[in-house]
């Protein structure tokens, strides 16, 4: 199993990025794949996930409306695209993939829930 993250950099408040999640070594469907961060200083958080076995997208509420998770199937890819960020928005964000679907959601979404996890890929949001 392999996650891999790609697309994080630097970004002035306002901007957009978008990171990209490659998935391999396992069967995409049968997981929910979520997006995490940890600040500096701060314990990593849950940002949002996606079940694409039904189509189940979760947002933490501080990124909802400004952060949207998508996913291509046929290329075992899932993404996330971060618009208005803030300063606050900087952290190392990580893609993970957890059994089953179903934990995508607001009860169950957490690191608990996640078997793989990625590396990450550093975002950091400054003037």
């Known amino acids: 199993v392999q996650l891999v993250e790609s697309g994080g950099g630097w970004v002035q408040p306002g901007g957009s990025l978008r990171l990209s999640c490659a998935a391999s070594?396992?069967?995409?469907?049968?997981?929910?794949i979520g997006w995490f961060r940890q600040a500096p200083g701060k314990e990593r958080e849950g940002v949002g996930c996606i079940a694409t076995i039904d189509g189940t997208i979760y947002y933490r509420p501080s990124v909802k409306g400004r952060f949207t998770i998508s996913a291509d199937t046929a290329k075992n890819m899932v993404y996330l695209r971060m618009n208005s960020l803030k300063s606050d928005d900087t952290a190392v964000y990580s893609c993970a993939a957890g059994v089953p679907p179903g934990v995508c959601v607001e009860t169950m979404f957490g690191d608990d829930a996640m078997n793989y996890w990625g590396k990450g890929t550093l975002v950091t949001v400054s003037s």
């Open positions: 070594g396992f069967a995409f469907d049968d997981y929910a």
